[in-house]
């Protein structure tokens, strides 16, 4: 089974420009995560999906940065525009919500996008 | 103040010896994860846990609910094991609360 799908890979990108990354979670999975990690951090939430529903987006710098989980399955992150700050890897994440017939409850990230903003 | 606490933050130990990370939270769970990061690698799932104990070949979880209160164990260290290790709570609503991780390193 595939499992969480995340692209591109890396981007390296001018300040100012505008940049997204795209996520396709593991079949089944309702709920998606938006996951921002620096170096030596542990994941910061950006957004979570419970299905098409943004549940959470209170982490999200909405000024420049725009989700959306057209159709409940994936998922693209954007920032326009990127700033210096913005270098970080954002991660994917998906799981099955709890109660869940056969929901183990187990988190599965992607191999994440390393974004650089030069 | 961090709902989830890791200790230590960072480890040395040699090869073969018997390890443990800690993590205290301090919200109510559905369930507490462990995830392995290796240096520039993905996260991965080691264990999910609400009750007891858990034990995958070199690797023990186990949980006090009462305590809020988990460990990680390594047994028979080696230098694979080597990495960043990341406790997680995750409550009713599907949030997760994230420590801020223990960075392992095993010395052949």
């Known amino acids: 089974e595939a499992g969480v799908v995340q692209s591109p890979r890396y981007k390296i990108i001018e300040k100012k420009q505008p940049v997204a990354f795209w996520c396709n979670p593991i079949?089944?999975?309702?709920?998606l995560y938006w996951y921002l990690q620096n170096l030596g951090q542990g994941p910061e939430l950006l957004i979570r999906?419970?299905?098409?529903?943004?549940?959470?987006d209170s982490q999200l710098p909405k000024d420049r940065f725009s989700a959306e989980r057209l159709k409940g399955v994936d998922s693209t992150l954007k920032i326009q525009p990127a700033e210096l700050g913005d270098s970080a890897v954002y991660l994917c994440?998906?799981?099955?919500?709890?109660?869940?017939?056969?929901?183990?409850?187990?988190?599965?990230f992607g191999e994440g996008s390393r974004l650089t903003v030069l | 103040k961090n709902e989830v606490e890791q200790s230590p933050q960072n480890l040395t130990a040699q090869e073969g010896e018997f390890i443990t990370i800690n993590c205290s939270y301090s919200v109510g769970i559905s369930a507490l994860h462990w995830l392995q990061q290796h240096p520039g690698g993905g996260i991965v799932s080691l264990f999910m846990l609400s009750s007891g104990k858990k034990k995958h070949g070199r690797l023990i979880a186990t949980i006090n609910i009462q305590e809020k209160h988990s460990s990680l164990h390594i047994t028979a260290s080696h230098p694979r094991d080597s990495a960043v290790y990341i406790c997680?709570?995750?409550?009713?609503?599907?949030?997760?609360?994230f420590g801020t991780g223990t960075s392992l390193t095993v010395i052949p």
């Open positions: 994440a998906s799981s099955v919500r709890g109660g869940a017939v056969g929901n183990t409850g187990e988190l599965f």
């Open positions: 997680a709570a995750r409550n009713t609503g599907n949030q997760f609360y």
């Open positions: 999906y419970e299905n098409e529903e943004a549940v959470d």
């Open positions: 079949s089944g999975h309702n709920t």
